[in-house]
């Protein structure tokens, strides 16, 4: 329990930073390269929530991070992931991947389909400690999907079957769910639920469309019901 009410902030999917290089179609849910707003620092220890349309046979070339964990969730097609500490990936729906910046790495983000654009959400934390040799993790979660609720996809709390996260004060859950079906949001000092794909509606009767978000402070107990053609939710819980 926390001593302040429950704050709830609805962003819709049209109150987004929008970006349109032609090979890229993005929708930023916080801060960031050229945008900003007072109101859109990230919440809790997420900074970032960008929700990504990349063309066939186009992507991001070789660029640098340092100290943040990055974590990606491919939606539909398919991304390459290549970076100087020589791992390689090809990223599908289901599988999960971390990379932790750490003191400097570099890496690619490519679409390796000749026709297919791929659709993902990265999302960026802040990690516990600076300046740690730069890692990558990847991990299918599908099966873990499949069996219904919210998953842990990306943990700093030791959860099974998800990828980990240098972040003790940060999970990210997810949820593949079918017309009706409901999850309680974790009860957290911050929380945000993102619709990644689908429709949802939060309890007390607030619709969310595809790529809305609810922002929580000091989460109590609440639920999310996926709309008529499902819902497959992002849901960061931190402190």
């Not at 945008?35 to 349309?53: A, I, K, R």
């Not at 066939?56 to 539909?76: C, K, N, Q, Y």
């Not at 929380?191 to 609810?214: K, N, R, S």
Request: no cysteine.
């Amino acid at each position: 329990m926390f001593d302040e009410p429950m704050t709830i902030a609805i962003q819709s999917a049209d109150n987004r930073f929008s970006t349109d290089v032609g090979w890229l179609k993005s929708k930023h849910s916080f801060n960031f390269g050229g945008h900003y707003s007072p109101h859109h620092n990230g919440h809790g220890l997420l900074l970032v929530n960008n929700d990504d349309l990349v063309a066939p046979a186009t992507g991001f070339g070789m660029h640098g991070h340092r100290d943040m964990e990055i974590i990606t969730w491919v939606l539909s097609g398919t991304l390459e992931h290549r970076d100087s500490e020589g791992n390689h990936g090809v990223l599908y729906p289901g599988l999960a991947q971390r990379m932790s910046a750490g003191s400097g790495i570099r890496h690619s983000e490519e679409n390796p389909s000749p026709d297919t654009e791929v659709h993902f959400v990265q999302m960026w934390v802040h990690p516990d400690t600076t300046g740690i040799r730069p890692s990558y993790q990847q991990l299918d979660i599908n099966a873990e999907l499949a069996k219904g609720g919210l998953v842990p996809i990306a943990s700093g709390q030791g959860h099974d079957a998800a990828i980990t996260i240098n972040q003790r004060g940060a999970v990210l859950w997810g949820a593949r769910l079918t017309e009706g079906q409901t999850v309680a949001l974790p009860s957290t000092p911050h929380v945000h639920a993102f619709v990644a794909l689908g429709t949802a509606v939060l309890e007390g009767g607030y619709p969310l469309d595809q790529g809305a978000a609810v922002r929580l402070t000091d989460a109590a107990s609440i639920s999310m019901t996926a709309g008529p053609d499902g819902a497959e939710l992002l849901v960061w819980a931190t402190d």
